[in-house]
């Protein structure tokens, strides 16, 4: 049977047919889409949101060691929080087969750095594959799990947005079952103390051996002779670059298990090509490899060290021009920069937030950080998931260590990122006995990667109810006495709030919650927040005078006509949150129909 998929999705049916039981993700995009198709695989695989990755690793190592098949997710810098446990499991081993799907993202679509994490596999001395398109996804998930339990080693499954995102013809099979193996207490291979570990350690080299001669021998890595003037050395999506560029006319050596290396094909094809262009993205991994093998070759000198390498990169990189395309006037391309959704909840913090002087706001990962940009310019820094309480901490006391400080900051973060590390930084505070303001914004969902459910929702990724944390009497629990939960929509509400913990000399914390607009309510949801969502605002013209006031709010659903200078809201698109109207200073905006 032959379907279409996508990458993600191709993965998610090679765990089913291969035969995992239990696979684990916090949702990153472009890697997000893997634990949602698993989950669809409700009779034969439990998939799991996890807190955080490194939470999501540890649990499938647990599933590993109880005699299953696992599999884990993340984009790229997840697995910087998932490091931890790598190092370590590439030690012990596992039990059951081991996937690790990492998605790293060249050209930074929706990430805050671009990392290669090839330097991974090679840090923590576990094998990796990269597939290039759909059908290798989805075979070389079930390779994986075969692999990891051949060499007693998790396998670093390496994908990019290309390959989880664009779509091809899968050849799908019947799921093959795979019997739990009984459990089997062994200390000296699974607790790793100092003297356990060592011995561990002896282990982890001579696997790499081992690795490295199936590398030289899997036909993963394969060579493609054509003319042997120019070769071409390249892995996962930039094979298919490569051949959408220069076609049958060059050689190619095609790398699919990356790590380790295949060093004899590497030789092999180098020393039959009068010419390398070795074409990867982000970094000079394989160019390295084949430098220190003595052979001269064309890498990042040609091509540029970040970035997509697209046909088109290529193209100009080796000749210097691009295929021709229809030229148009580039003044007369509208820019259009993201915007927070209409009737977003986080827009009445934020519009008010912006204004207030002598505060520094230290923000985090998520739709809201679209809010360091025009109209709000209320976010000063973005470092990585859960950094904006710590962070702020940090320069808070520095601030109050200054005579005469008038510095308060503030930090912001979301509901789905608090559970995610946010916690830890928000335990900081209370320790350590800082000054600062710490929003959170619960808006019962995790919204930017496409709504997936966290621990504050009260549901499971495959629909179970289940305890929903409470982020108030979490906050309580932590010894926080300044606890305020709002109405973001409600402006004198944000403000009062502000007000309230600005005025204060210890730590405080103000919640802010209401759902978020595009999320499909629970029955919890539909009783806590009845009415949300249902109104339509309208402005009236003969009232507008045209100020702006409501333009500067930033919603979409909001336009203004420079030849009559009224401001008209569209119906269609407007959710109801009165934001806009609570801003206007002559009342000329209000619910459709009063």
Not at 30 to 42: V, W
Request: proline fraction near 5%; charge should be neutral; glycine fraction near 8%.
């Amino acid at each position: 049977m032959k379907k279409l998929m996508t990458g993600n999705e191709a993965i998610a049916r090679g765990a089913y047919e291969a035969g995992v039981r239990f696979a684990a993700a916090y949702p990153g995009t472009p890697s997000t889409e893997i634990l949602e198709n698993a989950a669809l695989y409700k009779k034969d695989i439990i998939a799991e949101w996890a807190p955080n990755e490194k939470v999501a690793l540890e649990s499938t190592i647990g599933a590993s060691l109880a005699g299953a098949r696992a599999l884990a997710a993340m984009k790229h810098v997840g697995l910087n929080v998932a490091a931890d446990p790598l190092f370590t499991v590439s030690y012990t081993g596992i039990y059951g087969g081991l996937v690790i799907v990492v998605a790293d993202e060249p050209g930074q679509h929706s990430s805050q750095n671009e990392q290669d994490n090839r330097n991974y596999a090679k840090a923590a001395k576990v094998p990796m594959l990269e597939p290039s398109d759909s059908n290798e996804a989805k075979d070389f998930t079930k390779v994986a799990l075969d692999l990891s339990e051949k060499y007693d080693v998790p396998v670093l499954l390496r994908m990019t947005t290309r390959v989880c995102h664009s779509k091809g013809i899968v050849e799908c099979q019947d799921r093959e079952e795979r019997d739990i193996i009984p459990y089997k207490k062994n200390v000296n291979k699974y607790v790793t103390v100092p003297a356990i570990a060592k011995k561990l350690r002896v282990n982890v080299e001579e696997r790499q051996k081992k690795l490295l001669d199936f590398s030289n021998t899997t036909d993963l890595n394969f060579i493609e002779w054509n003319d042997t003037k120019l070769g071409v050395i390249a892995s996962g999506m930039c094979y298919n670059y490569s051949k959408e560029v220069f076609g049958d006319k060059v050689s190619y050596l095609k790398i699919g298990f990356s790590h380790p290396l295949p060093t004899e094909k590497i030789k092999e094809f180098c020393s039959k090509v009068d010419k390398v262009y070795v074409i990867e993205e982000n970094d000079s991994y394989i160019e390295d490899q084949v430098k220190m093998l003595g052979f001269n070759c064309l890498g990042k000198d040609v091509f540029p060290p970040y970035g997509e390498m697209l046909p088109e990169i290529i193209r100009k990189s080796v000749y210097g021009k691009t295929m021709p395309t229809f030229n148009y006037d580039e003044r007369e391309v509208v820019a259009r920069p993201p915007l927070l959704c209409a009737g977003c909840p986080h827009r009445g913090l934020f519009s008010q937030l912006g204004k207030r002087k002598n505060v520094m706001v230290s923000g985090d990962i998520g739709c809201y950080t679209l809010a360091s940009s025009e109209p709000y310019n209320s976010m000063d820094t973005t470092i990585c998931m859960g950094a904006s309480i710590s962070l702020g901490h940090g320069a808070q006391k520095i601030f109050d260590s200054q005579k005469d400080n008038k510095m308060r900051v503030v930090s912001v973060l979301g509901d789905s990122t608090f559970f995610h590390t946010g916690i830890n930084s928000l335990i900081d505070v209370a320790y350590n006995k800082s000054n600062t303001i710490n929003i959170i914004l619960d808006n019962r969902i995790t919204g930017m990667t496409g709504h997936q459910e966290n621990p504050g929702s009260g549901y499971t990724l495959q629909g179970e109810k289940t305890n929903e944390l409470s982020i108030k009497t979490i906050a309580e629990a932590l010894g926080f006495k300044n606890i305020a939960v709002i109405n973001p929509n409600d402006l004198n509400a944000v403000n009062n709030a502000l007000d309230w913990a600005l005025s204060l000399d210890e730590p405080s914390v103000i919640i802010t919650r209401w759902p978020c607009a595009l999320k499909k309510f629970s029955p919890e949801d539909k009783e806590e927040f009845s009415g949300a969502y249902t109104d339509k605002y309208a402005v009236d013209h003969d009232k507008c005078i045209g100020c702006k006031s409501c333009i500067r709010t930033g919603c979409p659903a909001i336009s203004f006509n420079k030849e009559t200078k009224k401001s008209t809201i569209d119906y269609n698109t407007c959710k109801g949150c009165s934001v806009c109207s609570q801003v206007c200073p002559v009342k000329a905006i209000g619910k459709v129909g009063e």
